[in-house]
């Protein structure tokens, strides 16, 4: 190449190298100044930036999510309703959620601030819990509320009620359960309640976009009990212990294999695991799908 051609290329490389050496210093006066931004902004305030950004993220819109992360309330029913968890097609509407153990309601009533629901079946067999959830949804046309639990077959149990009603259980509790939750463990009484399967209770035609099952260790026999409408459910949400909190329930491992192995959903997503104290994992919420 001649002493020509040398200088040109010269000429064209000094700019190029000029511009992305003033590119990689405005990159890095750009990340001082987020830097200098965050430390300067007070803590609430980017905690508030940080929840933006998740409400934006779970399809929130841009002008209600800046409401939202100022809003304890809001910001309790993001965690609480999974939404962030679920499949981006069933975060503004489902036209069918069923609700399995739904204790209070606190579940189906975060959901619903950010998806419409339009119709939803409701199961809870503790009368304390039902009442209030009887309460909370008394006038929603679109709610079935059901007295019972959900099982394999039809039955009578007891239901053990414990002094956190959300910890209640057909099953009686392990030692973990115990251990990590030592008052609101405690079994304050038995009542009798009644179990139907979910088959017999949803017809042919029953399409479900998502069951939620939080039913304390008796998530195997909700199981048994559905597997028509499993076969007609897109999406699946529920509670799987990481230790055994009652005794005879499915762990983590051998739930993850039935709903994979035996039923045929794909694993999606899963909450970050509430712990104990010591840190370790207890459980989570795990949601699958039929693709």
Aim: charged share 25%; glycine share 6%; hydrophobic share 45%.
């Amino acid at each position: 190449m001649g002493e020509a051609a040398h200088g040109a290329l010269a000429r064209i490389d000094k700019p190029v190298d000029d511009l992305l050496a003033a590119r990689a210093g405005l990159s890095d006066i750009t990340m001082r100044l987020s830097s200098l931004i965050k430390h300067a902004l007070p803590s609430a305030a980017v905690k508030a930036l940080d929840w933006r950004k998740r409400f934006e993220a779970a399809g929130v819109p841009p002008a209600q999510s800046i409401a939202y992360s100022l809003s304890r309330a809001a910001r309790a029913d993001l965690s609480n309703s999974r939404i962030e968890q679920l499949p981006p097609e069933l975060r503004r509407r489902i036209p069918l959620a069923v609700d399995a153990g739904a204790n209070r309601g606190q579940w189906l009533s975060a959901l619903r601030r950010f998806a419409r629901i339009d119709r939803a079946e409701v199961f809870e067999p503790n009368p304390e819990a039902f009442n209030a959830l009887s309460a909370m949804f008394a006038t929603d046309e679109g709610i079935r509320l059901h007295e019972c639990a959900l099982g394999a077959a039809p039955a009578r149990m007891a239901l053990n009620v414990t002094a956190s009603s959300d910890l209640a259980s057909l099953l009686n509790p392990a030692h973990a359960l115990r251990a990590n939750y030592p008052g609101g463990s405690r079994i304050t009484g038995s009542l009798p309640v009644q179990v139907v399967r979910l088959d017999d209770v949803l017809g042919e035609d029953d399409h479900v976009d998502l069951l939620k099952i939080d039913v304390q260790g008796f998530e195997k026999n909700v199981l048994d009990g559905a597997r028509r409408t499993l076969a007609r459910t897109r999406a699946i949400i529920i509670e799987m212990n990481f230790v055994r909190h009652y005794e005879g329930e499915l762990s983590f491992g051998p739930l993850y294999d039935r709903l994979i192995d035996e039923l045929d959903f794909e694993f999606w997503d899963i909450s970050p695991p509430h712990r104990n104290t010591d840190g370790r994992a207890l459980w989570a919420d795990a949601v699958f799908v039929r693709v």
